[in-house]
């Protein structure tokens, strides 16, 4: 029987101006044909089954049909659109649904929009698991409309309703993500043994004495395996809002389930732990759909301290690796640097985000074609996932209007690039800053200037695309400047396109 990959399905959106690979599944030696916008490809189904044809590069446009055809088969995908297409991934705060996003209800005044569209990739980490529980409501795309905006991944849809509107073509977002996870876990195995060895000695020690056969007949059909609900319980609970401890205490009282045993569980071995399991299960399900890039939102599961420090290797590998399955090793990735965060539901252990936002800075400086995206005005301090996802993906679609879509537009986050003493005052320079800084307030959140181990006081004014810090007298000892170094902060500099400034340090 002639079969496609899922992901090839009515309602689907394409990727314009590139060429677009089609695949799927029949008996070796059959010629299949594909047909869309009066171009055609053909290819032979190889000796395991597998066919994969390319489509000549498609122009913008709705409403057509893809017609895939073997002999008297064939397969006809209807209202399919072409356009501008990437991919969401990340963990949770890129898994976030619209049905939780602080500003869903005007959201909703904008739909239905048939140009915006959402595909989801079910969250599979093993073999079978697919087969096990039911997720009909995945693998599915899905239009902007008041029945389906729920499903949504929030930043997806802000970044691609921001595009549609400034580029005037259709926008699909393929969402593949999964809350709480690794780098390790999208990424290929010998990747992760060249840049982040501890990662993969951590888990072949800790399976060293473990029974693996009893390991994945315990996993097998295990209710907690099931992903299949998007909106389960806990998700409902803790995602629409940040619950208070008595709303938490109340919430697990009432749960009719044993906490001992959960708390077991979550010791074990996590399906989802295991190096390597999402990279196959899931992107390699996507891959090569024709995507203009990645957008990139995750970090938080990798601040374990001592492997934090890899999260640089560990991104710049795994920016390598999908673009390797994409065969482009210049696809775009839109990475989101973490913002301010201290704590959440019983987690009272102090993060170390820094690190992470550091690394982040550091592959957006170093790789080809991967830019960083500040919300560092939109975290929250006792809520990991922050409820402002329109901003995430607005200041996504900017960033990608003026360096991937090469819009003269101001799109960077403003960065300090230097810092000097001048008698009393310090200048620290800007750069992104076309126009000058602005402050909101009538102080500088999140920076600290330190002497001798003792924090000075100052006052400040803007100059162009320089913060003057003023000092009550002149300090001939070196002075470390210390902006959003802490796990909670909030950013209040400004360039002229309202993005707020990254974290820096210096001493002079």
């Not at 949770?92 to 909703?108: T, V």
């Not at 039911?134 to 902007?144: G, I, Q, V």
């Amino acid at each position: 029987m002639l079969q496609s990959a899922v992901i090839f399905q009515s309602g689907m959106i394409l990727q314009r101006n590139k060429p677009v690979p089609v695949w799927g599944t029949h008996t070796k030696g059959a010629v299949v044909t594909a047909e869309i916008q009066g171009q055609c490809a053909e290819t032979t189904v190889d000796d395991n089954g597998d066919w994969q044809l390319v489509l000549p590069a498609l122009s913008a446009s709705e409403s057509e049909q893809l017609i895939i055809r073997l002999g008297d088969e064939q397969i006809i995908c209807r209202d399919v659109a072409v356009g501008e297409v990437w991919v969401a991934g990340g963990q949770s705060n890129m898994e976030f649904h619209m049905r939780y996003e602080k500003h869903l209800q005007d959201a909703l005044k904008d739909c239905p929009n048939s140009r915006i569209r959402f595909f989801d990739v079910p969250e599979v980490s093993y073999d079978g698991q697919l087969e096990q529980f039911d997720y009909s409501r995945y693998n599915l795309w899905r239009y902007a409309s008041a029945e389906d905006l729920d499903y949504f991944c929030a930043v997806g849809y802000y970044f691609e309703k921001a595009i549609c509107e400034d580029l005037d073509v259709p926008v699909g977002i393929i969402g593949c993500n999964w809350g709480g996870t690794v780098a390790c876990a999208w990424m290929n195995l010998e990747t992760v043994r060249t840049c982040g060895l501890p990662w993969m000695q951590d888990y072949e020690k800790r399976i060293s004495t473990m029974d693996m056969d009893a390991y994945w007949e315990k996993q097998s059909g295990n209710p907690m395996n099931n992903k299949g609900d998007l909106f389960d319980s806990f998700s409902e609970f803790v995602m629409p809002r940040t619950p208070s401890n008595e709303e938490i205490g109340n919430f697990f009282g009432q749960m009719q389930v044993d906490l001992n045993a959960i708390t077991d569980m979550f010791g074990d071995l996590q399906p989802t732990e295991i190096p390597g399991c999402l990279y196959e299960h899931m992107l390699k399900t996507i891959a090569p759909y024709a995507v203009r890039g990645f957008l990139w939102y995750q970090g938080e599961s990798d601040d374990v301290p001592g492997k934090n420090i890899l999260y640089k290797d560990m991104l710049t590998g795994l920016i390598a690796d999908w673009r390797a399955l994409w065969n482009d090793d210049a696809l775009p990735f839109l990475i989101v640097q973490l913002p301010g965060y201290e704590k959440w539901l019983w987690n009272t252990e102090e993060n170390h985000y820094p690190v992470i936002r550091e690394c982040q800075q550091q592959v957006a400086d170093t790789v080809r074609n991967a830019y960083l995206c500040s919300i560092s005005d939109v975290g929250e301090q006792n809520d990991i996932h922050p409820k402002d996802k329109k901003t995430v993906g607005e200041r996504l679609a900017l960033l990608a209007r003026g360096n991937i879509y090469k819009e003269a537009v101001l799109c960077d986050a403003p960065r300090a690039v230097s810092a000097r003493k001048n008698g009393a005052e310090i200048c620290i320079a800007f750069r992104n800053a076309d126009g000058g800084l602005y402050v909101t307030g009538n102080m500088i959140e999140a920076l600290k200037l330190y002497a001798s181990g003792e924090e000075l006081p100052y006052t400040f004014r803007i100059e162009d695309n320089q913060l003057i810090l003023t000092l009550p007298e002149i300090i001939t000892d070196r002075i470390q400047i210390r902006f959003a170094q802490t796990s909670w902060f909030t950013v209040n500099v400004y360039n002229q396109a309202g993005i707020p400034a990254v974290p820096f340090e210096f001493e002079c």
